[in-house]
């Protein structure tokens, strides 16, 4: 009963990407393996580290729990559309300056994560913060320089830090 | 970490999903937001012949308020039923407790039909309707019927449906006037399956020798949400004086009977269930009559 091929066409950052695949490519392996766009990273593949994190259609879902056949016709941001060129982006510039990442495996899906976050909430307490991060584990920082580079990143998308 | 091969569909009507799951009888599984089944494949744990896709059938996804009962298409995504503003306003109890289901990004794509579909034990959806008198419409190749909450969760991750049978649409309907709700739960970390969950409802009723009516769910705890009616029995009685709340959580733990899992000892959730209760019953109790 295998089904061998189906057309999909994703936008993923702006830019269609046609192919054939088997309806059982997860997303996540459509972006790394069919786009090139090995930026977001794959930890668990059962939806509970966050490391794959994507925005689909602007909200923020796990990219391994979906498949690619699902996402035809859809708009896919990943972590490869924050910066501009050589300039970083708010948040990657602030997860640098507070040190918010050591090995940088979870840091594509909480970036992701952040970007809808900040534009809903562009002044969150620190709970608020830890609230929207529950859903990503990151076994390096413990999480008080991801706090702190959130805090940041919010200053300076204020406008209120350069 | 990859799922097994399938073959796909993705109709656009309810019919056709149905005739495509009488077709296919066993081999077919239907697919809403894949925030339980698509673990279950990627893990081997499932390997159905064909997935018949669900995310494109729009008459599913409708929420709507219709003579005072609240209609969830069983596809809308659970963050959206969460941040609706007439489901805050007329259900805030069922507001609350999607809060507690996983994080933003599971319930970005996870669906309401699909959690009461799959029944987890420790899942905060079947609760909740269980306490609400939810109404499920299934469809199938036989017709439309309606299921009471109370038939529908069967059991550990078992419901009524008949494996070409879809949830179609949850009907919830209105609180009574004066109804004060409490919602409690305990996890190990955010985000996380309950340990223990607990819903209370209590309204001011004329019948009754304390003048109130009280609804008592607990999950948690075994096969799934489970209505306490000995801690319902003491609330009636009771009402809101003295040690009800007391009363009424050592018969919520007194009927339970948690097993020893990996995440805590049967006691501790038996204490739980006491703890929530008494904190559910408190939290009903100052919103009551409002
Ligand atoms: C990390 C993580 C944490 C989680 N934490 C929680 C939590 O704390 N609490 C909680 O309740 N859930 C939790 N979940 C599960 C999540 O809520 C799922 O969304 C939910 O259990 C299933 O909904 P779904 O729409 O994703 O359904 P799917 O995963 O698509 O389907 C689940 C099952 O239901 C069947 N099904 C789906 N829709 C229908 C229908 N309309 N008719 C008939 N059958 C149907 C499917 O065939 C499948 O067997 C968690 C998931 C993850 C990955
Ligand atoms: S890889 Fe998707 S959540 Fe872990
Ligand atoms: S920086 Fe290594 S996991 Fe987060």
């Given at each position: 009963?295998a089904?061998?091929?189906?057309?999909?066409c994703v936008?993923?950052n702006?830019?269609a990407?046609?192919r054939?695949?088997?309806p059982?490519?997860l997303?996540s392996d459509?972006?790394?393996?069919?786009?090139g766009?090995?930026?977001?990273h794959?930890?668990c593949e059962h939806g509970v580290?966050?490391?794959c994190?994507v925005?689909?259609?602007?909200?923020?879902?796990r990219?391994?729990?979906m498949?690619?056949?699902?996402a035809?016709?859809?708009?896919?941001?990943t972590v490869?559309s924050?910066?501009?060129?050589?300039t970083?982006?708010?948040l990657?510039?602030a997860?640098?300056?507070?040190?918010?990442l050591?090995?940088g495996?979870c840091?594509p899906g909480i970036?992701?994560?952040?970007?809808?976050f900040?534009?809903?909430n562009?002044a969150?307490s620190?709970?608020e913060?830890?609230?929207?991060l529950?859903?990503?584990l990151?076994?390096?920082?413990?999480y008080?320089?991801?706090v702190?580079?959130v805090?940041?990143?919010?200053?300076?998308?204020?406008g209120?830090?350069? | 970490m990859?799922?097994?091969?399938?073959a796909y569909?993705?109709p656009?009507?309810?019919?056709?999903a149905v005739?495509?799951?009488?077709?296919?009888?066993?081999?077919?599984?239907p697919?809403?937001g894949g925030?339980s089944?698509?673990p279950?494949?990627n893990?081997?744990l499932?390997?159905p012949?064909i997935?018949?896709?669900?995310n494109?059938?729009?008459?599913?996804?409708?929420v709507?308020?219709?003579?005072?009962?609240?209609?969830?298409g069983?596809m809308?995504?659970?963050a959206?039923?969460e941040?609706?503003?007439?489901?805050?306003?007329?259900?805030p109890?069922?507001?609350e407790?999607?809060g507690?289901?996983?994080?933003?990004?599971?319930?970005?794509r996870?669906?309401i039909?699909?959690?009461l579909a799959?029944?987890d034990?420790?899942a905060?959806?079947?609760a909740?309707?269980?306490?609400l008198?939810?109404?499920m419409?299934a469809q199938?190749?036989?017709g439309v019927?309606t299921?009471?909450?109370e038939?529908f969760?069967?059991?550990?991750m078992e419901?009524?449906?008949?494996p070409?049978?879809l949830?179609?649409e949850?009907?919830?309907?209105a609180?009574?006037q004066?109804?004060?709700?409490?919602?409690?739960e305990a996890?190990?970390?955010?985000g996380d399956f309950?340990l223990?969950?607990v819903a209370?409802?209590?309204r001011p009723?004329?019948?009754?020798?304390?003048?109130?009516?009280a609804?008592?769910?607990v999950?948690?705890t075994?096969d799934?949400?489970?209505?306490m009616?000995?801690a319902?029995a003491?609330l009636t009685?009771?009402g809101t004086?003295?040690?009800?709340?007391e009363?009424?959580?050592?018969?919520a733990?007194d009927?339970?009977?948690?097993?020893?899992?990996p995440?805590a000892?049967g006691?501790?959730?038996?204490?739980?269930v006491?703890?929530?209760?008494?904190r559910?019953?408190?939290?009903?109790a100052t919103?009551m009559?409002?």
């Amino acid at each position: 009963m295998a089904d061998h091929g189906r057309n999909v066409c994703v936008t993923i950052n702006g830019e269609a990407h046609e192919r054939r695949v088997e309806p059982r490519l997860l997303l996540s392996d459509f972006m790394r393996h069919e786009a090139g766009l090995t930026g977001t990273h794959v930890g668990c593949e059962h939806g509970v580290c966050g490391a794959c994190t994507v925005l689909l259609d602007g909200d923020p879902v796990r990219s391994c729990l979906m498949f690619a056949v699902q996402a035809d016709g859809a708009s896919i941001e990943t972590v490869e559309s924050l910066a501009d060129g050589e300039t970083l982006h708010p948040l990657q510039d602030a997860f640098r300056r507070e040190h918010g990442l050591q090995c940088g495996y979870c840091t594509p899906g909480i970036l992701m994560t952040l970007k809808p976050f900040l534009a809903a909430n562009p002044a969150p307490s620190e709970a608020e913060i830890r609230k929207a991060l529950s859903g990503n584990l990151c076994r390096c920082t413990g999480y008080q320089q991801i706090v702190a580079a959130v805090r940041l990143a919010a200053a300076m998308l204020r406008g209120e830090e350069p | 970490m990859k799922p097994p091969p399938f073959a796909y569909e993705c109709p656009t009507e309810v019919a056709d999903a149905v005739s495509l799951l009488s077709t296919h009888g066993a081999d077919a599984r239907p697919l809403a937001g894949g925030q339980s089944l698509v673990p279950l494949l990627n893990f081997r744990l499932a390997r159905p012949a064909i997935l018949v896709d669900l995310n494109r059938i729009a008459a599913l996804g409708q929420v709507t308020v219709e003579d005072g009962t609240l209609r969830i298409g069983a596809m809308a995504r659970q963050a959206a039923v969460e941040a609706d503003p007439g489901v805050a306003r007329g259900w805030p109890l069922l507001t609350e407790a999607i809060g507690h289901i996983a994080h933003p990004q599971i319930r970005n794509r996870g669906t309401i039909g699909g959690s009461l579909a799959h029944n987890d034990p420790a899942a905060e959806l079947p609760a909740v309707m269980l306490a609400l008198d939810a109404e499920m419409t299934a469809q199938g190749p036989a017709g439309v019927r309606t299921i009471q909450a109370e038939e529908f969760f069967a059991g550990t991750m078992e419901t009524a449906l008949a494996p070409d049978e879809l949830l179609t649409e949850i009907r919830v309907p209105a609180l009574p006037q004066g109804t004060g709700w409490g919602f409690q739960e305990a996890a190990r970390r955010q985000g996380d399956f309950a340990l223990v969950a607990v819903a209370v409802l209590l309204r001011p009723s004329g019948s009754g020798a304390s003048g109130i009516e009280a609804r008592v769910v607990v999950t948690g705890t075994g096969d799934g949400p489970q209505r306490m009616r000995g801690a319902e029995a003491v609330l009636t009685e009771r009402g809101t004086g003295g040690d009800a709340y007391e009363e009424a959580g050592d018969a919520a733990a007194d009927a339970s009977e948690p097993a020893d899992d990996p995440h805590a000892p049967g006691w501790y959730r038996r204490k739980l269930v006491a703890a929530l209760t008494r904190r559910a019953c408190r939290q009903a109790a100052t919103r009551m009559g409002r």
